[in-house]
Structure formats: C-alpha cells, structure tokens
C-alpha cells in the first residue's frame, strides 16, 4: 500500500472515530437550544402582590430559586401542590412526618453538607501522604461506586480550586434549602405553619450576618450548587442555573425588592420547642460562628 492510500486510510479512521463525539455535541447543541426555549416560561417570576414589606421577604428572596422551579409565586410561603411536596420529601430528602422534617432542617442548619465539604477542604490543604492516600482509596472505590466517584470528582475540584471553592463559604447551600424544606414540610402539613415560617427567619438571619449583600450570598449558593453537582455536571445544568440566576438577579427578581440589610424579624428557635415536645435529640458539632456556637448551646439546654 503507497504512503497516499495510508493516509487516506488515516483519515477515514479518525473520522470514524470523531463520528460519535459530533453526533453527541450535535445532540447536545440541539438539547441546549431546546432547553433555551423553555427556560423563560419555565422561570417566569410570579407574585400574589410584592415582597415589598412582607416580614417574611427576606428567607422567601433566599429560597426563591425553589419556588421558581416550582411555578410558585415567589411571595408565598408555602408551596402550591402539597402532594408534590410529600414526593419530593420522600425521594430527595428521606423525609416522612414531622420528626424527620425537624431532623433534617436541624442538621441542615448546625453542619449541612458544609462540615463534610470543610473536612475535604483540610486535607486538600495539608495535602501530602494523607490526601495522596484519601484519592487512591476513592480511586478505586470510584470504579463500582457513584458515591466514591462523586468524592473523587469533588476533591479534584478542590485540589484545582475550581471557581474559588477553596475560599468559599458553602453556608448559604445549606441555609437556603433549610428555608425550602420548612416551606415544603409545612406545604404538605409535616410542620405547624408558624414552626416553619419561624425556622425560616432563623436561616435568614445566619445568611444576613455572614454575607454582605444577595451578590455574595447568590454567587455562595451557585458555587456550592455546582460543587454538589459534581457527578451531574453538564452543559444542561450550567445553562438552567445561569438562566435562574439571571432571572433572580434581574429587575423583576426578587433580590430588586428586598433588601439585605433590612432588619428581619427575630427567630423564637420554635424548631428547640418542637423538638423538645416530641423528645428529639439534636446533636451538632460546634463551628467557629458566634451564632452557631449559640444555637448548640442552645439545642444542649433544651434538648
């Protein structure tokens, strides 16, 4: 065979094998621009009136993006389908009854995903034998595990400080679905009404004195949603999250009507008292927050 027909040959093997990656970046072109199309009905923002004066605007702006998703209007508490909300408690969340629901914002609000994040972020900073040994053991468990290969995926990110996460604080993850949950469990009669609206002004309060302002609060929660999504990670979910973001942010966005330095009415700590009425031991561990170190203190007293 001459040197022409070799390459020839060549090329008709390396077109070959680019075939299937153009037809997948022709697919995914194609799901973006669909996607793209329904985004802005999909994130249409809603309102009864106006967060405008509304005591509860501030953990209602926080978790906005949840009820944007959901078709809600962005100035009610609770949600509009109840028995949507017991499927989404049920599979994403593992929550039940009333117990579980006050489990779960508990844990969400003394450590969340946060504290197992923090524990990552120290070991890619110290680094050396105990980190060399931490990838190789989530190498390998990564080969028949989703959980191993999303820790492995997540520690590269630290390692590379993808985004500035090295530097983060993840908080507003937590806080904002601990309003979402509250809002949810409440929606579908888990938690009394007045226990959620109560836990949802205590998130907002520990968002208020750790952020200066929506900007620093909304590039937190987008930071730490893509860290979460590690494994997910795709062009569909980068756009859907941009696309809320910029819907959030905008004129028409609830961050326009609120504002975060606007006093925000003081918590009660309901979620202690409904706990201790249904004997539910909660445990944290302590963060380096005076809130935080409060809360605990707290929680041990009555609980």
């Known amino acids: 065979m001459d040197y022409a027909a070799l390459a020839v040959l060549a090329l008709l093997v390396a077109a070959s094998a680019c075939w299937p990656l153009l037809r997948a970046s022709s697919k995914r072109r194609k799901a973006l621009k669909a996607q793209a199309l329904q985004l802005p009905e999909h ?7 106006s967060l405008a ?8 702006a926080m978790s906005s993006g949840y009820a944007l998703c959901r078709g809600a209007d ?15 408690l049920a599979e994403a969340w593992g929550i039940f009854d009333d ?4 489990q779960e914002i508990w844990s969400l609000l003394s450590h969340g995903h946060r504290s197992v994040w923090q524990q990552a972020r120290d070991l890619v900073e110290t680094g050396g034998t105990p980190l060399a040994q931490h990838r190789n053991a989530l190498g390998k468990q990564a080969r028949t595990s989703d959980e191993a290969r999303e820790q492995l995926l997540s520690l590269r990110r630290l390692q590379r400080n993808e985004r500035g996460v090295l530097e983060l604080d993840f908080l507003a993850w937590d806080l904002s679905r601990a309003v979402m949950v509250a809002r949810s469990a409440a929606t579908c009669g888990y938690l009394d009404l007045r226990i959620a609206q109560d836990v949802a002004l205590q998130a907002a309060s520990y968002a208020q004195q750790t952020y200066g302002s929506w900007d ?3 590039n937190a929660f987008d930071t ?22 910029e819907v959030l942010t905008g004129a028409d966005g609830p961050f326009a009507q ?35 170190r409060a809360l605990v203190a707290a929680a041990r007293s009555r609980t």
């Open 224 to 245: 730490a949603r893509w860290f979460w999504r590690a494994q997910q990670d795709n062009a569909l979910d980068d756009a859907h999250d941009a696309h809320r973001t």
């Open 53 to 60: 004066g509304d005591p509860l605007a501030f953990p209602l």
């Open 258 to 292: 609120v504002d975060f330095a606007a006093p925000i009415p003081d918590s009660q700590l309901l979620l202690l008292e409904a706990a201790e009425q249904l004997g539910l031991p909660l445990r944290a561990l302590e963060e380096d927050r005076d809130w935080q």
């Open 216 to 218: 620093e609060f909304v």
């Open 43 to 49: 994130h249409r923002p809603r309102y009864r009136q």
């Open 99 to 102: 117990e579980d629901a006050l």
């Open 74 to 88: 962005l100035d009610a508490f609770l949600f509009p389908d109840p028995e949507e909300e017991r499927i989404i």
